[in-house]
């Protein structure tokens, strides 16, 4: 009876060497994140976060540096100034999401669903966004040089003074974007759809728009210093007080009666193929 009275004691005194004040398992940032749906300056670096589910949670400030991140689900969540450098974000949607001054350098985000998304003033340098949803997003003042696009959706959005230098738009929808004073010298638009964007005032020096559709495209006042518009659609684009603009290097691109070109700038009309090329 001592024997077996003495047992149960050392068990229990055992339990309470292994517990914290108070008996209860401290919580890990994640358990905290799934039961509040909060989790503002946690550390989740290089953290296994795939699958994770999570409707407008609070990660502000979060740091998500290189975590695994693949296929989460966090609509409509606060990441202001979140760290997700480098972060695998693959096939997750993040619609809704707040990344305004988030460090996201050579984070990896292709295919994700960033219907909009507020990435103003983030750092997206080097950054893959690849087969990306990007409809109604905002990169007001972002820093996109050197980023992936590939095929990327964009109608709608917004790039207002961003920095793209060096930027792949390949094959990529800007259908009605605003790309108002961005930097984007030496980019990629090879086969780009821009029908509607808006390029007022943008450096578009040393950019190659390869078939490309620019129809109904504002161009105006833009820098065109060594562009390149190879067999590019210019139907209704407004070209007037563009800067730089050399007849040599717009080789077989087209237009019609409305497009409006610097004064002395003459253009072949546009084939109903060459509207569908």
């Known amino acids: 009876m001592i024997a077996s009275t003495r047992a149960r004691c050392a068990a229990a005194l055992s339990l309470l060497l292994v517990l914290p004040v108070g008996g209860a398992v401290a919580e890990t940032p994640l358990e905290q994140l799934k039961r509040t749906g909060a989790c503002e300056r946690c550390n989740f670096k290089l953290g296994e976060l795939r699958g994770l589910d999570v409707k407008d949670a609070n990660l502000r400030r979060a740091v998500l540096r290189e975590a695994d991140m693949k296929g989460v689900s ?12 480098r972060a695998e974000v ?15 350098r050579a984070v990896d985000l292709e295919k994700a669903k ?6 103003d003033d983030a750092d997206l340098r080097n ?3 690849g087969e990306t949803d990007l409809e109604k997003a905002s990169f007001v003042d972002a820093d996109l040089r050197l980023a992936n696009m590939v095929r990327a959706s964009a109608a709608g959005a917004v790039f207002r003074g961003a920095k793209m230098d060096g930027v792949v738009l390949e094959r990529t929808w800007l259908t009605n974007a605003d790309l108002t004073g961005v930097r984007l010298k030496y980019g990629d638009l090879d086969r780009v759809k821009a029908r509607g964007a808006v390029f007022r005032d943008a450096d578009l020096s040393g950019a190659h728009f ?3 559709d620019l129809t109904g495209a504002d161009l105006s006042g833009a820098n065109l210093e060594g562009a390149l518009f190879r067999r590019t659609r ?3 684009a407004d070209l007037r007080h563009t800067r730089g ?15 409006r070109l610097p004064d002395g700038f003459t253009l072949k009309t546009c084939r109903s193929q060459e509207a569908e090329d």
């Open 234 to 236: 210019l139907v209704g």
């Open 90 to 104: 693959e096939r997750a949607d993040l619609s809704g999401a707040q990344l305004e001054g988030a460090a996201m």
């Open 210 to 212: 390869s078939s490309a």
């Open 245 to 259: 603009l050399q007849a040599a290097r717009m080789i077989g691109a087209c237009g019609d009666s409305t497009t």
């Open 127 to 129: 950054a893959d966004l």
């Open 114 to 119: 960033l219907t909009g998304v507020r990435f």
């Open 74 to 85: 966090l609509v409509g969540a606060d990441l202001r100034g979140a760290d997700l450098r």
